[in-house]
């Protein structure tokens, strides 16, 4: 590991300190739940609007349409065109069924 110091004594290294953030995916065909990276004191809004091309999840669980589990991987890296919307797992609040009222 490189580290340098400035004249101020503050000191940069090539590590990027990175949060896992649990997250569902929307893609168009997809539907997929796991841990995307964030770097510290960044959003995931932030994330999703660099420069990368994609985004890359671990743990990700891949559902089809109908909600059945297709895939399951370590690693994966979504095209960040594919992507219609990302939800913080912790935000994820049931739906009432039709007709029924929330308090």
């Known amino acids: 590991m490189v580290i340098r110091y400035d004249d101020k004594g503050k000191f940069f290294t090539e590590i990027i300190s990175k949060e896992n953030v649990a997250v569902i ?5 997809h ?18 609007n660099s420069e ?5 999840l671990t743990e990700a669980k ?3 349409p109908r909600g ?3 895939y399951q991987t370590e690693f994966l ?9 990302v939800m913080p797992e ?4 049931i739906a009432p069924p039709a007709g029924e009222v929330r308090e």
């Open 25 to 29: 995916v929307q893609t168009s065909t």
């Open 31 to 48: 539907r997929i739940e796991g841990f995307m990276h964030v770097r510290a004191g960044y959003r995931i809004k932030d994330e999703l």
């Open 52 to 56: 990368d091309k994609f985004v890359a």
């Open 62 to 64: 891949v559902y089809n």
């Open 68 to 70: 059945d589990l297709e």
């Open 77 to 85: 890296a979504v095209n960040i065109e594919e992507v219609i919307w």
């Open 90 to 93: 912790c935000e994820r609040q």
